[in-house]
T-cell receptor, first 117, second 109 residues
Framework: ETGVTQSPTHLIKTRGQQVTLRCSSQ?????VSWYQQALGQGPQFIFQ???????GRGNFPPRFSGLQFPNYSSELNVNALELDDSALYLC????????????????FGNGTRLTVT | GQNIDQPTEMTATEGAIVQINCTYQ??????LFWYQQHAGEAPTFLSY??LDGLEEKGRFSSFLSRSKGYSYLLLKELQMKDSASYLC??????????WGAGTKLIIKP
C-alpha cells in the first residue's frame, strides 16, 4: 500500500509571494486534510476535502485555499505569504464512508517545511 | 473555547513505565486519538478511544474517561526509540480534530 506523499519537502519563499503544496493520498483513502504545525506546537487544522469539495475549515484566512482532484490527490495554495506562515505543512488522508466518519485515523505525509523570508 | 492540555515535557528511564496525561474541553466528542511524532517526521497513529476504558496494543495502552474529559497513554518497557513527542487529539462534534501541543518524552539510559 502506498503511503501519503508530499512535495516539495522544503521550500523558501519571500513575503508576498504565492505557494502551492501538493499531496498524494494513501491508496484507498478518499479524504484529505491539511494542517499547519509550528515548531513545538500541535497541528492546526486548515481544511478538509471529501469528494473534491471542502467539507470543513479551521480558523485560517481565505488566502489559504485548496483543491482535491478525482484521484483524491490535493493541493494547498497560500497567497500573499506572511512571515508567520513559516511552518511545517502536513497533509493527512483517511477513509470516510457513511457511518464510519468517527473510526478512520489519519495517515500523515512527511510534510513540507515552508520558510517565508 | 476548545482546549487540549498535556504536559510539555516528561523524562523517563529505559525499561521503565511512563504515563502521559491529556485533559480536554471540546464542543462535542467523537473519539480521542494518540499520535507519536519523532523530530522532523510526520505523526504516526498509535491509538483510538471512543468508549470509556482501556485499549491495549502491545507496549502501548490508552485509557479514556469521557465524564472526566481525561485520557492517558501508558508506555511500558520503554526503549530509546520511544523518545518522541506524543500528541493527543480529540474529534469534535464537527468531526474536526483538535490537537494538543504534544508532550516531548525524553528517555534516558
Amino acid at each position: 500500500e502506498t503511503g501519503v506523499t508530499q512535495s516539495p519537502t522544503h521550500l523558501i519563499k519571500t513575503r508576498g509571494q504565492q505557494v502551492t503544496l501538493r499531496c498524494s493520498s494513501q491508496s484507498g483513502h478518499n479524504t484529505v486534510s491539511w494542517y499547519q504545525q509550528a515548531l513545538g506546537q500541535g497541528p492546526q487544522f486548515i481544511f478538509q476535502y471529501y469528494r473534491e469539495e471542502e467539507n470543513g475549515r479551521g480558523n485560517f484566512p481565505p488566502r489559504f485555499s485548496g483543491l482535491q482532484f478525482p484521484n483524491y490527490s490535493s493541493e494547498l495554495n497560500v497567497n500573499a505569504l506572511e512571515l508567520d506562515d513559516s511552518a511545517l505543512y502536513l497533509c493527512a488522508s483517511s477513509l470516510m464512508s457513511a457511518g464510519n466518519e468517527m473510526a478512520s485515523p489519519l495517515h500523515f505525509g512527511n510534510g513540507t517545511r515552508l520558510t517565508v523570508t | 473555547g476548545q482546549n487540549i492540555d498535556q504536559p510539555t515535557e516528561m523524562t523517563a528511564t529505559e525499561g521503565a513505565i511512563v504515563q502521559i496525561n491529556c485533559t480536554y474541553q471540546t464542543s462535542g466528542f467523537n473519539g480521542l486519538f494518540w499520535y507519536q511524532q519523532h523530530a522532523g517526521e510526520a505523526p504516526t497513529f498509535l491509538s483510538y478511544n471512543v468508549l470509556d476504558g482501556l485499549e491495549e496494543k502491545g507496549r502501548f495502552s490508552s485509557f479514556l474517561s469521557r465524564s472526566k474529559g481525561y485520557s492517558y497513554l501508558l508506555l511500558k518497557e520503554l526503549q530509546m526509540k520511544d523518545s518522541a513527542s506524543y500528541l493527543c487529539a480529540v474529534r469534535d462534534s464537527n468531526y474536526q480534530l483538535i490537537w494538543g501541543a504534544g508532550t516531548k518524552l525524553i528517555i534516558k539510559p
